[in-house]
């Protein structure tokens, strides 16, 4: 059985197979990606050096195995190439001017030994047989070293001094995982060469154990690398759940600061509301009430001198304070909007009626119709319609006249504001009076209709349909 020779095959394959892994991280991953494409291109070149040393060991004739010679030189080549390139990578000692003088050293042996090997030997005797104690039988040539084979061999002295240089000053700086996996791979690897060694000087009878020797350093160290990819995994899983962390506190402070920015908001809101109540008391309540006050006060006196004027002056206050209470009504209103959902529709046109008459003293004359129960947004909706119209009409319309008719039935509300004021074309309305358009939206929103009719000189009538849908 050729155990000897499977077993090379065994190590090649494993590193054929370091190789390819290590291709694929290099090519994948930003981070070290010289190192590991060294490293790949090492392992893949020691596995073609081992096939090509399998070759010499299975040669039966000289011939065979100086040609099978000439094969293996390359790839010891560039594994001691790529191997110096990928240690100066690990440790980050990078003496270029040596790294470079050891390359022509490999390359020009490496040159010769495919050239012809009188350059690397002077004299190739011949081959003889080494039997192991199972029976396999290896050739090993007896040669005379020449001038090449010098070079070839002081190179790997220089590399093999370089390399423990480079591991002490990788330990000195404090990566000490690192060098001590780096120098333990090393060490085998220099037994091998001084086996080697004894065995072409003839001190001993023994088989060459250089290809095995990049064995140790090569799981050596793709066991440190391994390790280093396990380390950036957990210190990214760390970075990720410190991120993850981080979120959580931020989006807890963020939830935080969002209810106390919607408290603030709320009572911004609260104190804007408060202050608008506050105008719209002085603007109308007050100075209606101060209007009411005035004429009570020169009331009798006004009675005495002309009972007709008194009289008059009567149905003046008892406006005013109709408005002044229509206003306060609407008020209330808008601080309990939901009791304004519950209100009577007919209620609420003569609360408004009576609120812009107090107002403006212009008559509103309200005319219901009918009587029914209506939904809460069709209420509302009627009641901001009114509102937004009778706004309207105080600010635009100088009108001395307001009719206000609501006809409820059955299946249909039909509401009719009409003024005698001085009109518009409702084709030239300026885009910022938003007033139609909201009277338009709010009608809309419940699904009836709106119309609006107006002339320069000839006033403005509203009217909103809202039909009972059908099941």
Same mark, same amino acid.
């Given at each position: ?23 694929f991280i290099g ?66 000692? &990078? ?23 009188n350059l690397i ?78 065995? /072409? ?36 899983? /760390? ?18 600061? &969002?209810?106390?920015?919607?408290? &603030? ?17 002085? /603007? ?57 959902e519950h209100a ?55 009108? /001395? ?35 139609? &358009? ?34």
């Open positions: 059985m050729n155990y000897f020779s499977v077993t090379l095959g065994v190590v090649a394959g494993i590193c054929l197979g370091f190789g390819i892994l290590y291709l090519l994948r991953r930003k981070e070290k990606k010289r190192l590991n494409l060294t490293f790949s291109l090492f392992a893949f070149a020691y596995a073609g050096a081992i096939l090509a040393a399998a070759n010499n060991y299975a040669a039966t004739l000289l011939t065979d195995y100086i040609s099978a010679g000439r094969y293996n030189g390359p790839f010891v080549v560039i594994a001691w190439i790529s191997l110096l390139w990928y240690v100066s990578f690990y440790t980050k000692v &990078q003496p270029r001017p040596l790294l470079y003088l050891l390359m022509i050293a490999f390359i020009g042996a490496g040159v010769a030994n495919t050239l012809g090997p030997y002077e004299d190739i005797t011949r081959i003889t047989f080494f039997t192991l104690p199972w029976g396999e039988q290896l050739a090993i040539a007896e040669v005379t070293e020449g001038l090449w084979f010098t070079v070839f061999l002081l190179a790997q002295l220089v590399s093999i001094g370089f390399i423990f240089f480079a591991c002490f000053r990788q330990y000195r700086r404090g990566e000490r995982q690192a060098a001590v996996a780096l120098g333990v791979g090393m060490l085998w690897f220099i037994v091998t060469i001084v086996v080697d060694s004894l065995v /072409d000087t003839g001190t001993i009878d023994f088989i060459f154990l250089s290809d095995f020797g990049f064995l140790v350093l090569a799981i050596v160290l793709s066991i440190q690398m391994a390790n280093e990819v396990i380390k950036t995994e957990e210190k990214l899983a /760390d970075y990720r759940q410190n991120l993850e962390t981080m979120v959580e506190t931020r989006t807890a402070e963020l939830g935080v600061t &969002q209810k106390k920015l919607l408290q &603030q908001t709320q009572e911004e809101a609260t104190l804007e509301e408060r202050s608008r109540l506050a105008r719209d008391l002085h /603007d109308a309540v007050t100075q209606t009430i101060y209007s009411a006050a005035l004429i009570a006060e020169v009331l009798p006196a006004v009675w005495e001198r002309d009972p007709d004027q008194g009289r008059l002056n009567l149905a003046k206050l008892r406006q005013l304070v109709r408005g002044a209470l229509a206003e306060m009504r609407s008020l209330l209103f808008e601080l309990r909007p939901a009791a304004l009577d529709l007919g209620s609420l046109l003569l609360q408004q009626g009576d609120a812009l008459t107090g107002r403006t003293r212009i008559p509103v004359t309200v005319d219901v119709k009918g009587q029914r129960e209506l939904p809460p947004e069709v209420t509302v909706a009627f009641y901001r319609i009114t509102q937004e119209a009778f706004n309207n009409v105080e600010k635009h319309a100088r009108a /001395d006249q307001v009719t206000v008719i609501l006809h409820q039935s059955v299946d249909e509300i039909r509401l009719t504001i009409q003024d005698n004021g001085r009109g518009f074309d409702p084709a030239s309305i300026p885009a910022e009076r938003m007033g139609v &358009q909201f009277m338009r939206e709010r009608a809309e929103g419940i699904g009836a209709t709106f119309e609006l009719k107006s002339r320069p000189g000839q006033g403005t009538q509203v009217c909103v349909t809202w039909s009972e849908p059908t099941a």
